[in-house]
């Protein structure tokens, strides 16, 4: 495998599920980035990890929670989510802040 | 307030018919501004990275270009294969939450 690989590529799930997203970069870097793409906005940063710590929560809901056991992984946890969680969700690494960001494919994720 | 505005939102060329895109933005302290590239049901792919203004990045048919107020992506000659959304972000201050995206603009080249 190389760069970064996020499973599952699709996931339905009702209001009432808990599912997790699973993210994997290849690259040695030691940011990682959980970001939520929905239509017609620009990619909102959901949180931030640096050397496996959290550095960054943009004020996102409780029933979105992170999690990076090693600076290779990190995964995203969810439950009781709602409609308007349906999204593109992109996990994404970088060698640090100040540097481009590598993407995985996403997760389409649909709240039903 | 940190902004990041592109246009057009749309663009539709012939192959072969030479544009630009824009990316322009009001951030205090621009530390550097990245160009992907996003085909449907993909994610992001990077493109280009410009620190400062005048520097200009090539790579094939795309060109990209800073000032102190916007930044150009130049497509020469495009081919259909060069249709995908092109994302613009800037880098402002040294914290990871001081990155600001574009909604992007969608380009499709008629073969």
């Known amino acids: 495998e190389t760069g970064v690989t996020q499973t599952p590529r699709h996931l339905v799930m009702g209001m009432t599920n808990k599912k997790s997203l699973k993210c994997e970069q290849h690259?040695?870097?030691?940011?990682m980035y959980w970001y939520k793409q929905s239509a017609k906005k620009p990619l909102e940063l959901m949180f931030v990890y640096n050397f496996k710590e959290q550095t960054e929560n943009n004020s996102v809901p409780s029933r979105f929670s992170p999690e990076c056991p090693n600076s290779s992984h990190l995964f995203l946890h969810l439950h009781t989510l709602q409609p308007e969680d349906s999204a593109l969700y992109l996990c994404?690494?970088?060698?640090?802040?100040?540097?481009?960001?590598?993407f995985g494919p996403g997760t389409r994720l649909t709240v039903t | 307030e940190d902004q990041v505005t592109q246009s057009p939102e749309a663009l539709r060329l012939q192959e072969g018919e030479s544009s630009s895109l824009n990316c322009s933005y009001t951030v205090s302290g621009l530390r550097g501004l990245f160009w992907y590239r996003q085909d449907p049901g993909k994610g992001p792919e990077f493109l280009f990275t410009l620190y400062s203004a005048g520097e200009e990045k090539e790579k094939e048919r795309l060109k990209a270009t800073l000032t102190k107020k916007e930044s150009f992506l130049h497509i020469t000659a495009p081919k259909p294969e060069d249709s995908a959304t092109y994302l613009c972000?800037?880098?402002?201050?040294?914290?990871?939450?001081?990155?600001?995206f574009g909604t992007g603009t969608r380009l499709t080249v008629i073969p």
């Open positions: 690259l040695g870097h030691n940011a």
């Open positions: 994404a690494s970088s060698q640090d802040y100040r540097r481009e960001q590598y």
């Open positions: 972000a800037v880098q402002a201050g040294t914290g990871a939450n001081n990155l600001f």
